[in-house]
């Protein structure tokens, strides 16, 4: 697997003048990779983020599964942007085993932040995965100032799917169950209780997004009294996961 990536005009067919007949395909060595995450620069700059993962084995014999953060930044016609990583890719490894991307987000002064998840080394599928965000300069280092080296790792509420900031800088993070609330240098300001946790967690949450005033808006659908009934459901949270609203529509579906 590749990072690959598509311009469109504006008509649905694909832009020539971008990368190679409006495609773009770029390899991470012989490691497969996944793209979960693009962003846009002010500047026109593109920037995908997305996961890469491959097998080390040691000299005893003894093979590890490795997954780490990879990212790769294109000019505006689709060729790498060589400022950036390295010949403008780079592989970012925050614990150092399975770490994964699934949120990206540019701050105003260019940085860039990762939203996802880490989970402890040699701890194997029975380590909690852990809350992970990372800022790096616009050159692709870590930004020492946030955090511990650039890198928030903690248990506090599974994987990162969303980022969003706040006027002030401060940071939103949310997954499909619960938000949280950073400070620019990273430290956490605001989390929902264990209590509060389990009462947004209890629908089937598929889907969150922020509103501008920082409240969090989750979407779910469950099957209804038959199986041409479903119930759309969505509720919104203050970050502090009180619950201040609540919406829920039956659709109907046609076989």
């Known amino acids: 697997a590749i990072f690959g ?9 694909l832009d020539t003048a971008f ?3 409006g495609l773009v395909r770029t390899y991470f060595g012989d490691k497969q990779a996944s793209v979960r995450a693009i962003a846009i620069a002010p500047d026109g700059k593109i920037l995908l983020v997305g996961t890469v993962s491959y097998q080390t084995v040691s ?19 689709g060729a790498l942007d060589t400022t950036f990583g390295q010949g403008g890719q780079l592989i970012v490894s925050l614990l150092g085993e399975t770490d994964r991307a699934n949120a990206v987000l ?3 002064d260019g940085k860039i932040l990762i939203g996802g998840s880490a989970r402890t080394p040699n701890g194997g599928y029975s380590a909690p995965t852990e809350t992970a965000i990372a800022r790096l300069l616009p050159s692709g280092a870590f930004d020492t100032s946030f955090a511990q080296g650039g890198k928030l790792i903690a ?5 990162v799917e969303s980022l969003a900031l706040e006027a002030n800088g401060n940071i939103l993070a ?4 619960t938000a949280a609330r950073f400070s620019p240098s990273g430290a956490t300001l ?10 947004i967690s209890d629908p089937a949450f598929t889907n969150h997004t922020f509103q501008p005033d920082s409240k969090i808006l989750f979407g779910s659908s469950i099957g209804g009294m038959n199986k041409h009934t479903h119930i759309a459901q969505m509720q919104r949270y ?17 076989h």
């Open 5 to 13: 990536l598509a311009r469109y005009l504006s008509n649905g067919t």
């Open 155 to 159: 248990v506090l509420f599974g994987a």
């Open 19 to 21: 990368g190679n007949r």
């Open 59 to 77: 000299s005893t014999g003894a093979v590890t599964q490795i997954e780490a953060l990879a990212l790769a930044r294109y000019t505006t016609t």
């Open 238 to 254: 203050l970050l502090d996961g009180i619950r201040s609203e609540e919406h829920t529509s039956e659709l109907q579906s046609h």
């Open 174 to 177: 949310g997954s499909s169950h």
């Open 190 to 199: 605001t989390l929902p209780s264990s209590t509060t946790l389990t009462a």
């Open 106 to 108: 540019l701050q105003p």
